[in-house]
């Protein structure tokens, strides 16, 4: 079994910041590549940020050059850092690994002044 447990979430000012943190176990290696969606209020889930081995980041249109995926293989976690955020990223943020149907409950993001 899969599991993922995203954390990190809160309210925050426009233009302020905050990072997300998503601990895998189970069948996730570091071979695996990672990623973030997010889901906001009455709006499908969209992919927001994949981060593979041996390739650069990919991010959405919307948060290229304010988000940061990174990850700590050692501590099977995967990191968004979200800068310059703005209320139009407030969702519930999710990670998952490429190519596998495992969602975490997420973790609820508000940018509100």
């Known amino acids: 079994q899969v599991q993922l447990v995203e954390s990190g979430g809160g309210l925050v000012q426009p233009g302020g910041s905050l990072r997300l943190s998503c601990v895998y176990s189970?069948?996730?290696?570091?071979?695996?590549?990672m990623q973030w969606y997010r889901q906001a209020p009455g709006k499908q889930r969209e992919w927001v940020a994949t981060?593979?081995?041996?390739?650069?980041?990919r991010y959405t249109d919307s948060v290229s050059g304010r988000f940061t995926v990174s990850r700590d293989n050692s501590k099977n976690t995967v990191f968004l850092q979200m800068n310059r955020l703005k209320p139009e990223d407030t969702a519930v943020y999710y990670c998952?690994?490429?190519?596998?149907?495992?969602w975490g409950q997420g973790t609820q993001v508000t940018v509100s002044a």
């Open positions: 981060i593979a081995p041996g390739r650069d980041p």
């Open positions: 998952k690994p490429l190519g596998h149907d495992y």
């Open positions: 189970g069948c996730i290696s570091s071979f695996n590549a």
